[in-house]
């Protein structure tokens, strides 16, 4: 069974600090998505990452799958309240199907 | 393109009876997804179409649970003899050769 464990399951600072999110499997994952999903909306993609070792920048956000395509990190750089709100990471299985993690809560107080 | 669309937005029911919700994909994506979700957790696999076709469909799916894709664009979903444990968010997903996958905003369902 494929799983994707994501830590923290919550995390709470102050605004202008850093954070780092991981996404842990043993499983291989031909891509891996980042999703950020508001409360009463659906998930929303901010980044897929396909390569492994390969990093990608969304302004404040930095996200990296790892070499050997098993897990990923997610960094924001100087957090925003703007940037609070549930981010879940689902890696894509050979069948097209998406593995997702449990998700971080996110709460960045001003 | 406006996205996929999933209709209603909140559904309030009482136990027992039968709902159904609609989800319409972008249109160009032969790929479609159920998913339910509670609260603080991630997205729980239901059902995956390609085209018309049912590929999969979750194990954890009671028979109480039904989707069809009669012409391999829009979708429902119904669940017969609706529980409490059937209140969560059910999501609608698609996509297409290989795009990530859309979501719409789902059906929030309360069984009273």
């Known amino acids: 069974t494929q799983l994707l464990e994501q830590s923290p399951q919550f995390l709470s600072i102050q605004e202008g600090e850093n954070l780092t999110v991981y996404c842990n499997s043993s499983s291989v994952f031909s891509s891996l998505q980042w999703y950020r999903q508001e409360p009463g909306e659906g998930p929303v993609l901010l980044v897929t990452?396909?390569?492994g070792g390969e990093v990608k920048k969304l302004k404040r956000l930095t996200f990296q799958f790892g070499d050997a395509r098993k897990d990923s990190s997610l960094h924001i750089t100087a957090a925003q309240p703007g940037d609070t709100g549930l981010y879940l990471c689902?890696?894509?299985?050979?069948?097209?199907?998406?593995?997702w993690g449990a998700g971080t809560k996110l709460i960045i107080k001003p | 393109d406006t996205g996929v669309s999933q209709d209603p937005r909140h559904k309030i029911t009482k136990r027992g009876q039968n709902v159904t919700f609609r989800c319409d994909p972008i249109s160009e994506h032969n790929r479609l997804y159920w998913y339910r979700q509670t609260l603080g957790q991630g997205p729980e696999f239901l059902t995956y179409f390609q085209n018309e076709a049912q590929l999969e469909k979750s194990r954890l799916l009671s028979d109480r649970f039904s989707a069809e894709r009669p012409k391999g664009s829009f979708s429902t979903l119904e669940i017969q003899r609706t529980e409490q444990g059937d209140s969560a968010m059910y999501l609608c997903?698609?996509?297409?050769?290989?795009?990530?996958?859309?979501f719409g905003n789902g059906t929030r369902l309360t069984v009273t």
């Open positions: 990452v396909v390569t």
């Open positions: 689902a890696g894509m299985d050979s069948n097209y199907q998406l593995i």
């Open positions: 997903a698609s996509s297409g050769g290989s795009s990530p996958l859309h």
